[in-house]
């Protein structure tokens, strides 16, 4: 029999004018991963702050191992470390008498290190705090829980900030946490991540569970289908929005490659489409197809009326269609770089003269994108010192600063606030005067408001306008 370590029953909590949780309820039991999922703005973060006894409910109960108190950790979205301390001295602070190590030195490095090689995390534990990425700091808060196993672990969307090679390690040390007995409650928007670790789902939607998914219901589609599920509930008026032109920026005609059959597809100019689907929806293979990432087996695309050959990513480019996925690598240099340095990148021909760059036309165009896309940061900033909401907002930038016809963007908001939502859809709004922009969506979210259409791809696709 299953151990329970919490039950949640009937938790509201109001905040200022706003009901921000409105009816709560859920258990977790030892050795389980629970992922609760919701868009920015639904009270997860509240939640995780009301679980470790950071901010007390108006009503309802939080109850831990039949008790009110227990070894409760929580890990928040803001990274929590000390600057001026090393990675080793921030991992022990408050823990010492566990690693039995408090003479040498040279051992509480040693013995820290073992646990970033053991996950394959780059990390050095000498390394002070303000030498540390955003990413890396909240790695460093996570390693914090080996030490000393909690009972329970709250945690705010840690997965969503860290780069793609570390992932597989942080699920280790997740998983290896829980079979020792933890329960961990993960409080995310990104239901991809979140499949990978979890043994349940819990869908957040205004201030309540909407629904609970057990493992064996873990596919895609049937994720998608409780989204579309949420649409009637999405607001439709985020920004202003620009009218559509009557000339049609991108025409796809019986598209067929793979799992694709005879997709037909138009954009206007002005336009900007969101569309939502599942792994197996096709809608991937038809962002890959249409940048040159997949190769077509039938069908026509045309761009501003003409045919166009799209054999590669490089013609699809030069055709006018760019896209920026979630993996940042497909548009951007390395991390290392600076700002204006990946912004060059795409418009080296309209920057350089005789081939030398001209540095003025260059500090100038990434001084006008970073204000456009509220990048607070110098253009001389490297990637390495942003956090990811900022890196998204660059990697965007990069494919707008070439003035394209056609901008696709593979789940690429994930990471942003509210904040950085609502920027990137003021951006997007005088982008789509001059192309027209599609928007693949992992999730329904607030941000499908700045949408004019919708396409839901699934076993039939539909429209929503």
């Not at 289908?225 to 920004?239: A, P, T």
Request: charged letters at 25%; hydrophobic letters at 40%.
């Amino acid at each position: 029999m299953k151990k329970e370590i919490l039950r949640v029953s009937h938790l509201r909590l109001k905040y200022k004018y706003d009901q921000v949780l409105s009816d709560v309820s859920f258990s977790a039991f030892a050795g389980e991963i629970v992922s609760v999922i919701g868009n920015n703005g639904v009270g997860k973060t509240i939640l995780g702050e009301i679980l470790s006894q950071r901010v007390k409910e108006d009503s309802g109960s939080v109850v831990f191992r039949g008790e009110d108190q227990g070894r409760i950790h929580y890990i928040p979205e803001e990274e929590q470390i000390l600057k001026n301390m090393s990675v080793a001295e921030n991992v022990l602070i408050g823990q010492e008498s566990t690693m039995n190590c408090y003479f040498k030195r040279s051992a509480i490095y040693n013995q820290v290190q073992q646990y970033f090689d053991k996950y394959h995390l780059n990390i050095s534990s000498k390394l002070k705090g303000t030498e540390l990425t955003s990413a890396q700091k909240r790695i460093v808060m996570l390693v914090r829980q080996l030490i000393q196993i909690p009972e329970l672990l709250v945690i705010d969307g840690i997965l969503d900030f860290i780069s793609y090679e570390d992932i597989p390690g942080i699920i280790k040390i997740l998983n290896d946490i829980a079979v020792q007995g933890t329960a961990i409650i993960y409080l995310t928007y990104n239901y991809r991540l979140a499949m990978r670790i979890s043994d349940r789902l819990l869908f957040l939607q205004k201030g309540i569970i909407v629904y609970e998914m057990e493992h064996s219901e873990f596919v895609e589609e049937k994720i998608s289908q409780v989204s579309l599920n949420f649409m009637k509930e999405i607001e439709w008026k985020s920004c202003k929005k620009v009218e559509c032109m009557d000339e049609e920026v991108l025409r796809v005609k019986d598209l067929s490659t793979g799992m694709l059959k005879k997709v037909s597809f138009a954009l206007r100019r002005g336009e900007l489409v969101g569309m939502i689907g599942g792994r197996n929806s096709g809608i991937i293979e038809f962002a890959e197809c249409l940048s040159g990432y997949r190769k077509i087996t039938h069908g026509e695309i045309c761009v501003d009326g003409k045919l166009v050959a799209i054999r590669n990513p490089k013609t699809a480019i030069r055709n006018g269609i760019r896209i920026c996925g979630d993996n940042h690598q497909d548009v951007l240099l390395k991390l290392s770089e600076s700002i204006k340095m990946n912004l060059s990148l795409s418009i080296l021909n309209r920057i350089s003269r005789n081939g030398f760059i001209r540095r003025k036309f260059e500090d100038i165009i990434a001084k006008e994108y970073c204000e456009k896309f509220d990048i607070n940061y110098d253009i001389s900033a490297r990637l390495t010192e942003m956090n990811y909401a900022s890196v998204s907002k660059v990697a965007i930038a990069s494919c707008m600063v070439s003035n394209p016809k056609v901008l696709i963007l593979n789940d690429s908001l994930r990471g942003l606030d509210e904040a950085g939502l609502q920027a990137l859809s003021e951006v997007l709004n005088e982008v789509k005067k001059e192309c027209g922009i599609i928007l693949i969506f992992s999730k329904v979210e607030k941000a499908l408001g700045i949408c004019d259409r919708i396409v839901f791809w699934g076993t039939k696709r539909r429209e929503f306008t």
